[in-house]
Antibody, heavy 113, light 107 residues
Framework: EVQLVESGGGLVQPGASLKLSCVAS????????MSWVRQTPGKTMEWIGDIKYDGSYTNYAPSLKNRFTISRDNAKSTLYLQMSNVRSEDTATYYC??????WGQGVMVTVSS | DIQMTQSPASLSASLGETVSIECLAS??????LAWYQQKPGKSPQLLIYYASSLQDGVPSRFSGSESGTQYSLEINSLQPEDEGDYFC?????????FGSGTKLEIK
């Protein structure tokens, strides 16, 4: 059974950094592109970016590429999202997905002082 | 960016009815469209990919179609478990973009 389990969320202050993790199981992680998607409290869905199966290529939403970095460790079957200089508008539930076909349960990030 | 205009924002229908949700793409996306269902408090689940292909395990009462840049999700014979939010997403061009969602209530 495919499972994606995110962690690392919580309450953070504006301007801080945060790293989310997503541990994958039930499939060969290194065979798949992976994505991060976020959903605001108002339910708006926003694609953050993708990473190629070997980590050699990433693609980001233009509005986020200067602050967010996606990486992966195939040996640990883990996907990461490094967020820097966070803002209140980054408050959302962050989902790890196998390019849309499977989704994690999501992790909440709240940016507030 | 490709804009996905989704309608209606909400709808209410009775058990057994058929409903349709639409997404209009701002340009041709060549069938690169997915539909997701999100039940309250849960993560999205893929229903339809490539406009009309049914994801494994999804009931056949869900179907997708397209006409030009207009994409539709039809749900036949509504069941109580169909209540939730529905989103479309285009994957033809980066950045990938979503519709604004449709909240489906079962009366």
């Amino acid at each position: 059974e495919v499972q994606l389990v995110e962690s690392g969320g919580g309450l953070v202050q504006p301007g801080a950094s945060l790293k989310l993790s997503c541990v994958a199981s039930g499939f060969t992680f290194s065979d798949y592109w992976m994505s991060w998607v976020r959903q605001t409290p108002g339910k708006t869905m926003e694609w953050i970016g993708d990473i190629k199966y070997d980590g050699s290529y990433t693609n980001y939403a233009p509005s986020l590429k200067n602050r967010f970095t996606i990486s992966r460790d195939n040996a640990k079957s883990t996907l990461y999202l490094q967020m820097s200089n966070v803002r209140s508008e980054d408050t959302a539930t962050y989902y790890c997905t196998r390019r849309g076909s499977y989704w994690g349960q999501g992790v909440m990030v709240t940016v507030s002082s | 960016d490709i804009q996905m205009t989704q309608s209606p924002a909400s709808l209410s229908a009775s058990l057994g009815e058929t409903v349709s949700i639409e997404c209009l793409a701002s340009e041709d996306i060549y069938s690169n469209l997915a539909w997701y269902q999100q039940k309250p408090g849960k993560s999205p689940q893929l229903l339809i990919y490539y406009a009309s292909s049914l994801q494994d395990g999804v009931p056949s009462r869900f179907s997708g179609s397209e006409s030009g840049t207009q994409y539709s999700l039809e749900i036949n014979s509504l069941q109580p478990e169909d209540e939730g939010d529905y989103f479309c997403q285009q994957s033809y061009k980066f950045p990938l973009t979503f519709g604004s969602g449709t909240k489906l209530e079962i009366k």
